[in-house]
């Protein structure tokens, strides 16, 4: 067995691999191959919907941030970007795999569980793991909940200013207000029309953006704008923007413990980032290309004022309204657990998800500069959980063996193992790196301002 901590579970293994068929109703049974032991919810989430998840998620925040991101990188930021996207993806179908192996050895994960991703911690490197693992999560989603609902805050300021003013706090506020009916929705299989929601608007909305954007571009005369020189601490807290882009694997097994067939995940996975990936390039090249040094940190405060520009603002607000329920949910769901909360809608989870959206809008009225929140996230918690324990947990699960050699075999080869650690490797010195800058930066004395409940007039430039 894996860890002593859990005889409890290798004494009730073969009581449970012989009931937990019988009893659940719910269940067929998987046939054939690695999915024998499985087992196949008749209810549950597509392979189409976990696209949508996993696509809407994560192109938001990130996607926005992308042409600053390269004014800080220079053309290195591409083959930066890449990497970043080809290695979240990879850690993605292993995590997506990990769930798999826990429910094919262990009858008890088959059930519905609103933790998964600290399960397969616990399981794979014992109950210290599965803390680490929920403190990260709690920091990685509440973290990107308060980037998403401040972003979400400014995109509407900016457009109701042409009409009226109102102060950045008061609009938080408004926008957490707004947000908190729809967050007692429960798993994401109750959510797949916000997920459908969030990918649509993104897209509109880039293209959009893509428009006006390659408008300016010919009219300048087709030349690239000046740009910054490069320097270690901007390619430190780019790299953190581009992990914070495909960096949404925290809930990764919420998506995939929803689905009615989940040995499809990772071919969810492939698709989800396909699509990122197409969306990311040309609005990061051709925003870099157009304005270079002048960008915003949000390109869409750089794009010159018009219908265009409203209908893109409207819809990315839309999009971060969705992708905040997402986010949040997954976080959520953890805090129910630890607190056994019941699954279903009910005072106590009015209470929790209430509380839990006090302390996002908290954080964000004390920190309202969303770019150093997101450089800071992407370094550290997002890092951990996107690129540094997939590979980690992959790898040890399939190292493990029952004490009757009766577990299938997952076998990682050599060449595997070496890409592995590489991702491990490149994610802990960068996220090392990034952090430390990031830090760096919010603790600077001339980037300190008031929170929004001192200084009522705050802002978040």
Not at 343 to 357: A, C, D, P, S
């Amino acid at each position: 067995m894996p860890n002593k901590k859990f005889n409890g579970l290798k004494s009730s293994n073969k009581t449970e691999s012989k009931t937990s068929l019988d009893t659940n109703s719910t269940f067929d049974s998987y046939s054939g191959g690695e999915e024998s032991n499985l087992i196949k919810k008749k209810h549950g989430m597509s392979t189409l919907v976990a696209i949508l998840f996993i696509a809407g998620e994560n192109a938001g925040c990130g996607v926005l941030a992308l042409p600053f991101s390269f004014d800080r990188t220079g053309w290195s930021g591409l083959p930066l970007l890449l990497m970043c996207w080809l290695d979240a993806g990879i850690c993605g179908i292993l995590i997506g795999k990990c769930w798999l192996i826990l429910e094919e050895r262990w009858p008890k994960f088959r059930q519905s569980c609103r933790n998964p991703y600290a399960a397969i911690g616990q399981m794979a490197y014992g109950n210290k793991m599965k803390v680490i693992v929920s403190i990260c999560l709690q920091v990685s989603l509440l973290g990107s909940a308060v980037v998403i609902l401040l972003i979400c805050a400014e995109l509407i300021a900016q457009f109701v200013d042409q009409y009226f003013h109102l102060p950045f706090a008061l609009w938080i506020l408004i926008v957490s207000i707004v947000l908190l009916p729809f967050m007692m929705l429960g798993s994401p299989g109750e959510m797949w029309p916000v997920a459908a929601g969030a990918l649509l608007t993104i897209t509109t909305a880039i293209v959009l953006i893509m428009i006006d954007t390659s408008k300016d571009f010919i009219e300048a005369d087709g030349k690239p704008a000046p740009t910054t020189p490069p320097t270690v601490s901007s390619v430190s807290l780019a790299f953190g923007t581009f992990i914070f882009a495909f960096g949404g694997t925290a809930v990764f097994p919420n998506y995939q413990n929803d689905m009615k067939n989940k040995s499809k995940f990772p071919k969810a996975v492939i698709i989800g980032y396909i699509m990122l990936i197409v969306l990311y390039i040309p609005i990061a090249v051709m925003g870099y290309l157009t304005y270079g040094s002048s960008v915003k940190n949000n390109i869409i405060s750089s794009i010159p004022n018009g219908v265009k520009k409203d209908a893109a603002i409207l819809l990315l607000s839309g999009h971060l309204f969705f992708a905040f329920l997402i986010v949040a949910n997954g976080a959520i769901l953890e805090i129910e657990h630890q607190l056994k909360v019941p699954n279903r809608f009910g005072w106590k989870r009015l209470i929790v998800r209430t509380i839990t959206l006090i302390v996002v809008v908290f954080i964000s009225e004390t920190i309202p500069k969303f770019g150093k929140i997101l450089d800071l996230m992407g370094g550290s918690a997002i890092t951990m959980l996107a690129y540094i324990l997939p590979p980690l947990f992959y790898m040890k699960l399939c190292s493990m063996r029952d004490d009757n050699n009766s577990w299938p075999v997952w076998k990682v080869s050599l060449i595997e193992k070496i890409y592995y650690y590489k991702i491990t490797i490149v994610g802990t010195i960068g996220g090392i790196s990034c952090t430390f800058w990031a830090l760096k930066a919010i603790l600077a004395p001339d980037a300190f301002s008031l929170p929004c409940y001192i200084d009522f007039n705050c802002s978040n430039e």
